[in-house]
């Protein structure tokens, strides 16, 4: 694993969401992340290359979450509106010195599985 991907800080938990729809694990991701909104002044949260760009296009709902995609994320997927685009960052090694408090990663393998891990970070 890359260090850019190294957690600066203990793992405090994980989940691991499968639903049998991508609709039912957007919920149960957006949920997760609305949580940690809520009691998080600026949460950090770091969505892996591999997951639909419509898990980031939910997430912008959230006002005060710093939202970062991984290298080699499809940005084109989403809608070109500069609103949008700066809220959203590419994670990289030089300009991310911060800690992650939400990772979300699609689990390898079958294009139509809809398993996702979380990593929340303290």
Not at 57 to 82: C, H, I, K
Not at 86 to 103: E, P, S
């Amino acid at each position: 694993m890359p260090d850019l991907y190294k957690a600066k800080s203990e793992v405090c938990f994980s989940i691991r969401i499968s639903r049998d729809d991508l609709m039912g694990t957007r919920l149960a991701i957006y949920e997760q992340v609305q949580d940690l909104h809520q009691f998080q002044e600026q949460p950090k949260v770091l969505v892996s290359r591999n997951c639909p760009s419509v898990i980031v296009a939910d997430l912008l709902d959230l006002t005060r979450l710093e939202l970062y995609v991984g290298l080699g994320f499809p940005l084109s997927d989403l809608p070109n509106d500069e609103r949008i685009l700066t809220r959203v960052h590419v994670m990289n090694r030089d300009t991310f010195k911060d800690k992650l408090n939400v990772l979300i990663a699609k689990r390898d393998g079958q294009s139509t599985s809809q398993e996702f891990t979380f990593l929340f970070f303290f």
